[in-house]
């Protein structure tokens, strides 16, 4: 079966591609499972304080959750977990999903008790295991077997499935029968997708063939129980992480997965020869403040500093250790560099790698970036991991980088132009940053010509802070209002004020609720950013994900699902928003990057094919950079205010991943593929590619020619080092730009998981006997050859299931049965027999093979019995059991 993939006339570079969608519950169901389930789980720690996940954590499972399916076609790439049946339980593969969850669960234990408690991976593995914990209930006969509970198996044991040779519906594919009566089974989803194997029964296909197994959606047999199991699964799944004996205890572990003080104290340093007296300011602030929050509720999930230098940066130090962090920072030390840029970007892309999602960077150089033309792939791996990074500049050595502008405006961070002893009065900016993760209210870019400006920032209820940063090339004065009137003073109580030579940083604590007024008066590029703290134990108002959305999917499965890269212009596109916290309304707009309203949009909740909480809506985009922001009255009655924090821009060029996979080998070359479609004036692009990992080593072409509506493929050539941790993540930024139009560009980011240990290659496996000959039903001895290790680790071959295209028994009275023996070994025997009376028989021995360190791969051979010597093998592949003798 052949289609284009859905929701092409959006990515209408999408290739023709063998689709094999692996259905599941509605990718909004999946995240209304996800929500509920997560909302109601507590945990006490050691010290008696009892916890929950925070809503930014519960968000980031469920959108694992939701891209377990890969992102649906949007995406425009065949990818293999569409048919991985071991994510779905599909195929009645519950050997491969149930051994799926035991090692996700393994390693979220695994990666929150490490060291370096690693949150933010574990939530997306925990998001990974719910989608296929809750497909066990959409896809499986549990509802029908009449067990109302959910199964405590599931990541506990692996259990296997029924043999092919069981029918399941023997009568007809979409009902119940034979031992699917008295059995747990799953229906089948392989094309065709209407004719599963004989007795199998199918999943079910709207408008095609309806009456399957699957409990996908409302309206479908056993939906609420299907989906009430699955919830109290999930919540078991959770719980059985939260008692393990490594985690019940630990603090750190239980805080890491809940999402608790889910922040960053991050920090990328230039460190050649002029920065000396820089590094030591940053030296005693860093120092004390860690030291202030070491062991509180305010101690960040990791700290992390990246030192950059001209010809070399790093290494890169991401670590949950206070005490390794300030060994690694008290360290740092001035040298090199000679010529004045230095190497800024390739910096903050190996930071942004290693950096927790929604961390916040502060850069801190007196020089500008050699490399500025990454300044785009560098806000675009921001951006996608919701990284804000801020800029504290010092010029002695040049001006003002437009690449350090365009990084900190595209992410929503700040940049502060400083003199050399103001080094240390930045971190009023970045103490606020830990604990609990500030969010944006208010946030403006532009510039002034000796005027004064005025700025509204409502503040609402249960604020334990809101944090005013302005800078400007050339202050006159910068003061903030309260609602009463009166100016913020440094004498208040309640306020920090530092006065910098070009801006101001204030810090209100406990603010009354009401609009507070930002007064900036000057001249030249001015930034205003105010920034909230929701007080304890009161969730605040969050609106931290807006994302362009396409629908795609199968039909009756269909889901949003967001698009690559930056929207098109010219015609109506789809925004999807994601608004938690006590808030009675919610009106969004689209404003611009200073902050002026260009228009209201209606996003609404309760849509099709979303989950019911998702606020989705069209509007056309506006010809100008722009960013969305909500308001609205809180449950208090209180006037609030929320801007997402990155800068969007209508496109007339679109990017799309065309390959399909989504893992790096350490030390070998991958070619990584996109597509690219010129959907405005004809014109030449140039094509930027940078990585983390140092790992880009070509891109071929560098440029293209397109004219309007014509399409392209580029790629891209990534070759980690070989001393690359095995499970490393790394992110692949690429970006078009037209060569006369720098508004004409567009681009994507894939993140690939790096793998130093390749799997054996199983391309070459063949059978030591091929034929069987003469058929006098005596066994007779199989090997499974040519199967190699690329990194040359000795192989073990196991063989996990034999099957023929004949029945084992009822082919005449000189029938004999079983036909192979050897499943679980490596040697096996097959009976040199078969039907006289048809074409010859077909064996397929199915195997695993794994090199001892963790990798493996699976792979078959076949071996015929042909009904003549001599004769070619022409017998087609089969589903009978050959190791079983069914009565």
Not at 370 to 386: E, F, I, M, N, Y
Not at 479 to 495: F, I, K, Q
Not at 660 to 670: I, K, R
């Amino acid at each position: 079966m052949t289609k284009k993939c859905v929701a092409c006339a959006l990515v209408v570079v999408c290739v023709v591609c063998v689709v094999f969608p692996a259905s599941a519950f509605k990718p909004g169901i999946h995240v209304e499972i996800s929500n509920t389930a997560l909302a109601s789980i507590t945990k006490t720690l050691p010290t008696g304080r009892s916890v929950s996940f925070t809503d930014t954590a519960i968000r980031e499972v469920a959108a694992a959750n939701e891209f377990t399916d890969c992102g649906g076609a949007v995406l425009c790439a065949c990818y293999s977990c569409q048919a991985d049946t071991t994510r779905h339980f599909d195929d009645e593969d519950f050997a491969g999903a149930s051994a799926r969850l035991v090692a996700l669960k393994q390693s979220i234990i695994a990666k929150i008790t490490a060291s370096s408690p690693d949150g933010t991976s574990a939530r997306k593995d925990l998001g990974g295991a719910f989608h296929t914990v809750q497909d066990f209930y959409a896809h499986s006969t549990r509802v029908e077997s009449g067990l109302s509970s959910f199964d405590s198996l599931l990541g506990n044991s692996t259990f296997g499935g029924l043999p092919l040779s069981v029918a399941t519906c023997p009568s007809d594919p979409g009902v119940l029968g034979g031992a699917g009566l008295t059995s747990i089974t799953s229906g089948w989803f392989k094309v065709p997708l209407c004719a599963p194997p004989a007795g199998k029964c199918r999943h079910g296909v709207a408008l095609v063939c309806p009456n399957g197994l699957n409990k996908d959606e409302p309206g479908r047999p056993n939906y609420d129980a299907a989906r009430a199991l699955a919830t109290q699964a999930s919540i078991d799944f959770v719980n059985q992480i939260l008692d393990d004996p490594s985690v019940t205890g630990n603090t750190k572990a239980i805080k890491a997965l809940l999402g608790l003080n889910n922040s960053t104290l991050g920090m990328v340093i230039d460190t050649t020869g002029s920065m000396g007296d820089i590094i030591g300011q940053v030296k005693a602030q860093v120092t004390s403040i860690v030291n202030s929050v070491v062991g509180t509720d305010n101690e960040p999930d990791q700290y992390l500093l990246e030192p950059f230098n001209d010809p070399f940066t790093g290494p890169v130090t991401a670590t949950a250790d206070a005490s390794t962090f300030l060994g690694q920072v008290n360290g740092l030390f001035a040298s090199g560099g000679g010529d004045c840029p230095e190497l800024a970007m390739q910096g903050l892309l190996e930071a942004i790698n290693k950096a927790d999602d929604n961390a916040t960077l502060f850069l801190f150089t007196d020089a500008s970036a050699k490399d500025s033309a990454l300044a785009g792939t560098v806000a675009q791996a921001a951006v996608a991991k919701k990284v804000q990074i801020n800029f504290a500049l010092f010029g002695s050595c040049s001006p003002i980088d437009p690449g350090f502008l365009n990084v900190a405006s595209q992410t929503g961070g700040q940049l502060l132009f400083l003199q050399r002893p103001e080094a240390g009065n930045v971190f009023p900016l970045v103490a606020p940053q830990l604990g609990a993760h500030p969010f944006t209210i208010a946030l403006s870019r532009g510039v002034l010509a000796g005027t004064e400006r005025e700025f509204l920032v409502p503040v609402d209820s249960k604020l334990a802070a809101v944090i005013f940063s302005v800078g400007i090339d050339s202050k006159t004065a910068v003061n903030v209002v309260r609602p009463s009137g009166a100016l913020v003073l440094p004498t208040d109580a309640d306020a920090q004020i530092t006065d910098l030579s070009s801006g101001r940083l204030l810090t209100l604590n406990s603010p009354q609720p009401g609009t507070y007024r930002v007064q900036v008066s000057g001249s030249g590029t001015f930034s205003v950013l105010a920034e909230g703290r929701g007080a304890s134990g009161f969730a605040p108002i969050l609106f931290d994900s807006f994302q362009f959305v396409a629908l795609a999917g199968r039909p009756a499965h269909e889901g949003f699902f967001p698009i690559p890269g930056q929207p098109l212009l010219g015609s109506a596109q789809k925004g999807r928003a994601r608004l938690v916290g006590p808030f009675s309304s919610a009106a969004f707009s689209v404003v611009s990057e200073s902050g002026d309203l260009l228009q209201n949009i209606s996003l609404t909740a309760n849509q099709p094919d979303a989950a019911a909480t998702d606020l989705l809506g069209d509007f056309t985009l506006p010809s100008q950079q722009f960013r969305i922001a909500v308001n609205g009255l809180d449950a208090s009655g209180n006037q609030y205010q929320r801007v997402f924090n990155p800068l969007f821009a209508g496109s007339t060029v679109l990017v799309t991943v065309a390959n399909t996979t989504d893992t790096l080998t350490a030390g070998a070359t991958t070619a990584v593929a996109f597509s690219v479609q010129n959907l405005g004036p004809s014109g030449t692009f140039s094509l930027v590619a940078s990585d983390g990992l140092h790992a880009v080593t070509a891109i071929n072409p560098t440029t293209l020619t397109l004219n309007s509506g014509q399409s392209a493929t580029f790629q891209v050539s990534m070759t980690p080092p070989r001393s690359t941790p095995d499970g490393s993540s790394d992110t692949l930024s690429v970006k078009i730009t037209s060569t006369t139009d720098p508004a004409a560009t567009n681009g994507t980011v894939q993140t690939f998981t790096v793998v130093a240990n390749r799997p054996p290659d199983t391309s070459g496996a063949r059978p030591s006997v091929s034929a069987l000959w003469p058929p006098n039903q005596k066994m007779v001895p199989v090997f499974i050859l040519g199967v190699t290790d690329p990194d040359g680790d000795p192989v073990t071959i196991t063989v996990t299931a034999i099957t023929q295209n004949e029945p084992t028994n009822g082919l005449g009275s000189g029938d004999a049965c079983p036909d192979a023996t050897g499943v679980g070994s490596s040697s096996i025997t097959l009976r040199a027999e078969r039907d006289g009376g048809a074409k010859g028989r077909l064996y397929t021995i199915f195997f695993t093979a794994t090199d001892g360190r963790g990798g493996s791969s699976q792979g078959s051979v076949s071996v015929v019995v042909p009904h003549d010597e001599g004769t070619p093998p022409s017998p087609a592949a089969g589903s009978f059991d050959s190791t079983t003798c069914p009565l």
